[in-house]
C-alpha cells in the first residue's frame, strides 16, 4: 500500500514564524502536490513538483514556497506565517499517467496560526 | 480548462434511503474522473474513477457513478445509506494526456445519515 506521511497532525504557530510542514511518500511518485482544505472552497492547489527541484505554482502560491530536494520528499514553507494561512494542509502523491492519475492523500496537518 | 461543479454542499439521508451526490464537469477533452472520500480528521480516500473504460463504475462501500457525457456528469449514488457513509465526498477531474496530473477538485459535499 501506498503511504504518503505528513511531518505533523496539528501544528500551532505564531504569526511571522517561518513555519516548515513535510511530506513523505514511499512509492518513488514523480508527482507531489501540496493542497489547502477550508470549509467551502474544496481542495485548493498551492504548489506542485513533477520531479526533484521541479516545482510549479498552483493556483494560490502567495505566501508559500516548496522544496523538493528528494524525490520522496516535499516540503511546504511558510516564509512569514500569517493567521489567514490557518488551515488543512493536505499533501498528495501521484505516478501520474502511469498510475491512472490517481493521487493518494496524506493525513493532513491542521494549522493553527494565532 | 477543467473544472468540476457539485451540486449541494450538503445533503442529508435517513439509513437505508438512497444517496445521490452531484457532480457536473467541465472539460474540453476526454475526461478522467474521480470521486474521493474523507471521513472526518483524515485525508481524502479514492471511492472510484472513470478512465474511459465502462461508463458505469463500481466503487469502493457499494458506491458506484455513471459517466454521461451528454450530459458532463459523474453523479455518485449508493442504493442504501449507511451511518459510516457519513463523510465528505469531492469530486474531481483531469484529462488523458496530462502530462502533470493535475487533478481539479470540486468544493465537495458533506453528507449526513440520520438514524
Known amino acids: 500500500d501506498v503511504k504518503v506521511t505528513q511531518s505533523s497532525r496539528y501544528l500551532v504557530k505564531r504569526t511571522g514564524e517561518k513555519v516548515f510542514l513535510e511530506c513523505v511518500q514511499d512509492m518513488d511518485h514523480e508527482n507531489m502536490f501540496w493542497y489547502r482544505q477550508d470549509p467551502g472552497l474544496g481542495l485548493r492547489l498551492i504548489y506542485f513538483s513533477y520531479d526533484v527541484k521541479m516545482k510549479e505554482k498552483g493556483d494560490i502560491p502567495e505566501g508559500y514556497s516548496v522544496s523538493r530536494e528528494k524525490k520522496e520528499r516535499f516540503s511546504l514553507i511558510l516564509e512569514s506565517a500569517s493567521t489567514n494561512q490557518t488551515s488543512m494542509y493536505l499533501c498528495?502523491?501521484?505516478?501520474?499517467?502511469?498510475?491512472?492519475?490517481?493521487?493518494?492523500f496524506g493525513p493532513g496537518t491542521r494549522l493553527t496560526v494565532t | 480548462a477543467q473544472s468540476v461543479t457539485q451540486l449541494g454542499s450538503h445533503v442529508s439521508v435517513s439509513e437505508g434511503a438512497l444517496v445521490l451526490l452531484r457532480c457536473n464537469y467541465s472539460?474540453?477533452?476526454?475526461?478522467?474522473l474521480f470521486w474521493y472520500v474523507q471521513y472526518p480528521n483524515q485525508g481524502l480516500q479514492l471511492l472510484l474513477k472513470?478512465?474511459?473504460?465502462?461508463?458505469l463504475v463500481k466503487g469502493i462501500n457499494g458506491f458506484e457513478a455513471e459517466f454521461k457525457k451528454s450530459e458532463t456528469s459523474f453523479h455518485l449514488t449508493k442504493p442504501s445509506a449507511h451511518m459510516s457513509d457519513a463523510a465528505e465526498y469531492f469530486c474531481a477531474v483531469t484529462h488523458q494526456g496530462s502530462t502533470l496530473g493535475r487533478l481539479y477538485f470540486g468544493r465537495g459535499t458533506q453528507l449526513t445519515v440520520w438514524p
Open positions: 472539460s474540453s477533452v476526454p475526461p478522467y
Open positions: 472513470y478512465t474511459s473504460a465502462a461508463t
Open positions: 498528495a502523491s501521484s505516478a501520474g499517467l502511469a498510475g491512472g492519475y490517481k493521487q493518494y
